[in-house]
């Protein structure tokens, strides 16, 4: 994963900080002196401190965890503690006095709701008056909470959005914001952003489960090949419209699609944009069941607790049996997709059809 992307700013640090003093239950000691140690190597560096003395129990404790630590540089000592924090945030606070059927939230992000309870990390997008269009920052968050959920202490994690839709994919506004190079870098922005977004999903550890509330469109749809079960309200469609937006595939589609559905059918979506329904996806093998909207949440969350109930490290352990000798491939999908769509991005087909659609000339 690109660290550079990924780091916290002073106020994310400034806000983990506030946050900690705000933790419900005391981590214990081990964590406590994790997180006095990344402080110090964000704050003043590698430790250079002269050793306490065998006796000075608690200074020593606290200088061999900043000790070793080594020279790890301070921004990425900056992230790791958000990032710890974040997870406390949310495991402790799941554990410790929830009402029963009531969810924690954790703060800290702008375009999702991120909860952890009964062992499920549960991520919803949370854009619903723009359909949860995926901007920017939402791209940003995704990676954040998805790498918050595999270190914390569920057993599962869940996407899905929040309102009518799963999400309509890609915020075709994301290509307004043309930065001082030109269009070209920001296709060459968009397309390590891409990457990175899409690589988490090929490295996500734990059992990954989307809950398509709606309709999905674009990426959002393509990724669902990275996750290990789709389940569907019968309201859902699925719908890769890319060469409408004179786009190509992305997401793994291109490899993941093909495998899931043979290549006859992976063209109907990926070039020729057919928009399935919930069951057709779910004949295809994209889709693992599908419910009756009615009762969607309700039969869909009793299944999905009864699965966190699993013993997780077997869990983690099957999934990596499953996944891992696909990864490497997968990351190379990956690669080329991104930067086949880098080239897309600065096409007349590509700039008139995102055009039309800002200008409310088209939609889908
Ligand atoms: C870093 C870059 C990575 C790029 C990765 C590439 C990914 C590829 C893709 O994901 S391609 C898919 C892109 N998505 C679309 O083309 C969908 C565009 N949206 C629509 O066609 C329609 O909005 C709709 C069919 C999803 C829903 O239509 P409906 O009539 O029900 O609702 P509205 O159109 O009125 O939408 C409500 C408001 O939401 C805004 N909005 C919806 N989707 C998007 C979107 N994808 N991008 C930006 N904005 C979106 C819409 O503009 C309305 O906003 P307003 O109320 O302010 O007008």
Redo the contacts with the bound molecule.
């Keep these: 994963m690109n660290r550079a992307a990924m780091t916290a700013s002073q106020k994310d640090f400034e806000n983990a900080m506030n946050q900690v003093k705000l933790l419900k239950k005391d981590p214990g000691n081990e964590v406590k002196l994790k997180l006095y140690a990344l402080y110090k190597q964000a704050t003043e560096g590698p430790c250079n401190m002269p050793k306490p003395g065998v006796f000075d129990l608690i200074n020593k404790a606290k200088w061999d965890a900043w000790n070793t630590l080594g020279s790890l540089p301070k921004e990425t000592a900056r992230q790791n503690y958000v990032d710890l924090v974040s997870s406390l945030s949310s495991s402790l606070e799941s554990s410790s006095q929830v009402e029963p059927g009531t969810d924690r939230k954790s703060t800290g992000y702008e375009t999702l709701m991120v909860t952890s309870e009964d062992g499920i990390t549960k991520i919803t997008l949370n854009r619903p ?3 949860n ?1 995926i901007n ?1 920052e939402m ?1 940003h968050e995704i990676m954040r909470a998805l790498k918050a959920a595999s270190k914390d202490d569920s057993s599962i994690t869940v996407l899905t959005g929040n309102g009518d ?1 799963y999400s ?7 290509f307004t914001d043309i930065p001082p190079g030109g269009v070209e870098e920001k296709a060459k922005n ?1 397309a390590i ?2 990457r990175e977004f899409v690589g988490c999903f090929i490295d996500f550890p734990k059992p990954l489960i989307a809950v398509v509330n709606g ?1 999905a ?4 749809v393509t990724i669902l090949g990275l996750f290990d079960a789709v389940y569907a309200s019968d309201r859902a469609t699925f719908h890769t ?2 060469s409408h ?1 004179g ?1 190509s595939p ?1 997401g793994c589609s291109s490899y993941t699609f093909l495998k899931i559905m043979g290549p006859a059918k992976a063209t109907e979506m990926l070039v020729f944009g057919k928009k399935l329904t919930a069951g057709e996806a779910c004949a295809q093998g994209l889709v693992t069941a599908v419910f009756p909207d009615s009762t969607f949440q309700k039969e869909v969350w009793t299944r999905l607790k009864a699965f966190a109930k699993l013993p997780p490290n077997a869990m983690r352990i099957s999934k990596e049996v499953i996944r891992n000798r696909e990864k490497e491939k997968l990351h190379a999908v990956n690669a080329e997709e991104c930067s086949v ?1 880098q080239e897309r991005w600065l096409s007349d087909e590509c700039m008139n059809a995102v055009v039309n ?1 800002l200008s409310r000339k088209s ?2």
């Design positions: 008056a723009k359909k269009a920017v791209y839709y309509s994919g890609n915020d075709l506004t994301n968009s952003l891409l309709p469109v674009g990426i959002s419209p890319f937006l786009q992305e769509l659609f939609k889908l």
